[in-house]
């Protein structure tokens, strides 16, 4: 896969556009995937937070794709995920009313520089060029080691009693709609894949469903997880906004 790298006018390389985009719909719908996954964990294994649950979420994701994938490709996918916040930042314009940053997630710009801290925190020697081409600010570059030593103590004790329960069969696809191949792709072959690297004592379904919105979500009420259609589109012009 090619690399999707930000620069300060937020512009992608120069190997085939529609190659990146699709790569960009690929690993931004993982990244958002493995989020909603820690909503998912944090409900299931009734984790203790000391902190709004929407950080959280995105800690988990990247400890988890740090965990499986290989360096170069869990860096191309972080990139994704931290453009993917420039992006809505973007469209959603200047916040100008003090209330917006009330929002749960907080603000894009805050969740674009805490995804790069996190992540650059776990190798700060081997990812500091990729660091400074996503403009971290040294003052908050200096904390990220510890801040990942944290997510690690916290995210990275889970995922290792997890692991032990590894080929339990505890994802699996539920409803599937049409409207949404790439995402249909994508989630079918990553829970197949995610089986064979960690378990749950429950069952958790994870369906594809034309929701009216481009969103995914878990729903703590029926315990299941949903990758809205309307997602795919959604991801695909964020990626056309960067451009």
Same mark, same amino acid.
């Given at each position: 896969?090619?690399?999707?790298?930000?620069?300060?006018?937020?512009?992608? @390389?120069?190997?085939?556009?529609?190659?990146?985009?699709?790569?960009?719909?690929?690993? $931004?719908?993982?990244?958002?995937?493995?989020?909603?996954?820690?909503?998912?964990?944090?409900?299931?294994?009734?984790? !203790?937070?000391?902190?709004?649950?929407?950080?959280?979420?995105?800690?988990?994701?990247?400890?988890? *794709?740090?965990?499986?994938?290989?360096?170069?490709?869990?860096?191309?996918?972080? $990139?994704?995920?931290?453009?993917?916040?420039?992006?809505?930042?973007?469209?959603? %314009?200047?916040?100008?009313?003090?209330?917006?940053?009330?929002?749960?997630?907080?603000?894009?710009?805050?969740?674009?520089?805490? $995804?790069?801290?996190?992540?650059? %925190?776990?190798?700060?020697?081997?990812?500091?060029?990729? &660091?400074?081409?996503? #403009?971290? !600010? /040294?003052?908050? &570059?200096?904390?990220?080691?510890? /801040?990942?030593?944290?997510? $690690?103590?916290?995210?990275?004790?889970?995922?290792?009693?997890?692991?032990?329960? &590894?080929?339990? @069969?505890?994802?699996?696809? @539920?409803?599937?709609?049409?409207?949404? !191949? *790439?995402?249909?792709? *994508?989630?079918?072959?990553?829970? #197949?894949?995610?089986?064979?690297?960690? @378990?749950? +004592?429950?069952?958790?379904?994870?369906?594809?469903?034309?929701?009216? =919105?481009?969103?995914?979500?878990?729903?703590? +009420?029926?315990?299941?997880?949903?990758?809205?259609?309307?997602? =795919? #589109?959604?991801? %695909?012009?964020?990626?056309?906004?960067?451009?």
């Amino acid at each position: 896969m090619k690399s999707i790298l930000m620069t300060a006018a937020l512009l992608f @390389g120069t190997a085939a556009m529609a190659d990146e985009r699709d790569t960009f719909i690929e690993h $931004t719908l993982l990244t958002v995937f493995y989020h909603e996954l820690g909503h998912a964990l944090i409900d299931l294994e009734q984790l !203790p937070l000391y902190g709004p649950n929407e950080p959280s979420a995105d800690i988990a994701s990247v400890m988890i *794709v740090e965990r499986l994938y290989p360096p170069e490709t869990s860096m191309q996918m972080i $990139t994704a995920a931290a453009d993917l916040f420039a992006a809505e930042g973007i469209d959603r %314009g200047e916040i100008e009313d003090f209330a917006d940053y009330a929002d749960t997630h907080g603000s894009d710009q805050g969740r674009f520089f805490n $995804t790069v801290c996190i992540y650059y %925190g776990g190798d700060t020697e081997a990812r500091q060029e990729w &660091a400074d081409m996503m #403009e971290l !600010p /040294e003052g908050r &570059a200096e904390r990220c080691a510890d /801040e990942y030593d944290v997510a $690690t103590k916290s995210w990275g004790t889970l995922l290792d009693r997890l692991s032990e329960k &590894a080929n339990s @069969g505890s994802f699996v696809i @539920g409803t599937i709609e049409d409207g949404a !191949p *790439v995402t249909e792709a *994508v989630i079918t072959a990553e829970l #197949e894949a995610l089986n064979q690297d960690m @378990g749950l +004592d429950v069952t958790l379904p994870v369906s594809i469903e034309t929701c009216g =919105e481009a969103n995914a979500y878990y729903d703590s +009420d029926s315990k299941s997880m949903v990758m809205c259609v309307e997602f =795919e #589109e959604f991801l %695909g012009n964020m990626y056309d906004l960067l451009q």
